[in-house]
């Protein structure tokens, strides 16, 4: 049975029979938003500082940890998003009982009454979230079972689930598919297993070490991800009693243990929302602290932002990233897993790539269908041709993959105001930053999208300055 629903806003729980508290209700809701609009009048460089909390690409993978333990994890430095929230909804219905703590930004997890949850409301609380899929090692091992529904996400590409599903069946698991999404059943329990993925997929290795860290056995994992998420979620997984050894080569071993208790961990910080303020202070002539940055995980990014004409400086709170003045300086890049330049980085630097003269390249090999933000900017006055199946460049060194793409971006163009729609979450933040540089005034919809994984990005713009209405 779960915990009894307690009214306060501080905790997340469910009961069957009762309407679930603030926290269930709104998950995979905008965070903070109750507007989807906001017209901004361009022109105006960003000043100032501002702070980025734990990367969404962690925190949100470390709530499902929480699954694992026999007693009670406190995760720090959690962001303020709706990916958290639908995160937060779907432990809850899963009977997890989460409450604040001290600090802003502070989770208390207690996963003691775990319990299965309705398919109809894990449907309806995972909106467009991904994170479902990876509820189901947790899941079999402490129930037996799992359901994940219709996975949704932002219009990036198909993003297939096979390399979940085919190593979740190494492990020992049943599969089922329903009209309604998938079942999953561990009728033997899992035993580990020699895995070797086709492609080092994040999603696809946080989905091997949360079934491995349990299961009976060793497991060995080869052509893993190696992302700093993955290295900060074994950490955790490491606290919890887990014994997993990162090996050369991407080969991850983990030896399974019959059980593990709750973490203490502060998330380590959001790197993609790091690199989109660099961005944006390069695209608006500006100067921006980015407060909680690091180098030593952005190290691939800086060396293309000086190459691009931007400049940087490394604080021990953080990264000032401004436009030295001068002609920025187009660039060829390739996006690739880590430690490449990450795909969620090329969107919001190409505002920039605009306003540089000559000719920059991006071939993004990471996912099918991640230029459609584009448009917009050609809307607004810029000159980006995407090749649809990629180009051949002999000066390559990521290797090239079937579906890649590329964009030809020429400049310097002059972007002017328009309204646009937010397609996906990196797009959006890049639409923001169009609008921001643009001159005249531009209306950006659909700029609920961009709370997925930007705490706070209104109040941030407030912070540094920027001009623009917002009924929120």
């Not at 929230?85 to 996963?111: N, Q």
């Not at 949850?117 to 402490?142: M, Y």
Request: glycine share 10%; aromatic share 6%; charged share 25%.
């Amino acid at each position: 049975m779960a915990p009894d629903n307690n009214s306060s806003e501080d905790c997340v729980t469910t009961e069957k029979n009762e309407e679930l508290n603030t926290f269930a209700k709104n998950a995979g809701a905008r965070v903070g938003l109750t507007s989807d609009e906001i017209i901004i009048n361009g022109g105006r460089p960003l000043q100032g500082r501002i702070e980025v909390r734990g990367a969404k690409n962690l925190a949100t993978k470390a709530m499902v940890a929480a699954l694992l333990g026999k007693s009670a994890s406190v995760l720090k430095n959690v962001p303020n998003i709706s990916d958290v929230r639908t995160v937060a909804g779907l432990l809850a219905l899963h009977g997890v009982l989460i409450t604040r703590g001290e600090e802003p930004g502070e989770w208390r997890l207690d996963p003691t009454n775990v319990e299965l949850a309705h398919k109809a409301d894990i449907d309806a609380h995972a909106g467009s979230s991904r994170i479902p899929i990876l509820f189901c090692g947790p899941l079999l091992h402490r129930l037996g079972e799992a359901f994940i529904p219709d996975l949704g996400g932002c219009r990036i590409g198909d993003r297939p689930i096979d390399f979940h599903l085919d190593a979740l069946r190494e492990f020992g698991a049943v599969i089922e598919k329903l009209p309604s999404g998938i079942s999953l059943t561990a009728p033997n329990g899992l035993k580990g297993a020699n895995i070797e993925l086709p492609y080092p997929s994040v999603g696809a290795t946080e989905q091997v070490l949360l079934t491995a860290v349990l299961a009976e056995g060793q497991t060995e994992l080869k052509n893993a991800a190696i992302e700093p998420e993955i290295t900060d979620l074994i950490a955790i997984l490491q606290k919890m009693g887990a014994i997993i050894s990162m090996e050369p080569n991407r080969v991850i071993f983990i030896e399974g243990v019959p059980e593990l208790k709750g973490y203490r961990h502060r998330a380590i910080f959001d790197r993609n929302e790091a690199a989109s303020w660099a961005a944006a202070a390069l695209a608006t002539e500006g100067d921006i602290f980015v407060g909680g940055a690091r180098q030593e995980e952005m190290m691939t990014f800086l060396n293309v932002f000086r190459k691009v004409g931007g400049e940087f400086e490394v604080e021990d709170d953080g990264i000032r990233f401004y436009h030295p003045g001068g002609e920025l300086k187009p660039v060829t890049i390739e996006t690739d897993v880590h430690p490449g330049f990450m795909t969620d980085w090329q969107q919001p630097l190409v505002v920039a790539l605009t306003k540089a003269p000559g000719v920059s390249t991006i071939h993004e090999t990471v996912y099918e269908n991640r230029f459609g933000f584009t448009d917009a900017l050609n809307q607004m006055g810029a000159d980006i041709v995407v090749h649809k199946d990629g180009i051949q460049d002999y000066k390559r060194r990521v290797a090239r993959r079937e579906f890649e793409q590329a964009a030809v971006i020429s400049g310097p163009t002059t972007l002017t105001g328009a309204k646009v729609e937010v397609p996906d979450l990196r797009g959006g933040f890049s639409h923001l930053i169009a609008a921001l540089t643009a001159e005249g005034q531009s209306t950006v919809t659909n700029v609920g999208i961009i709370s997925r994984g930007y705490e706070d990005f209104i109040g941030k713009l407030r912070q540094l300055g920027a001009d623009f209405i917002f009924e929120g």
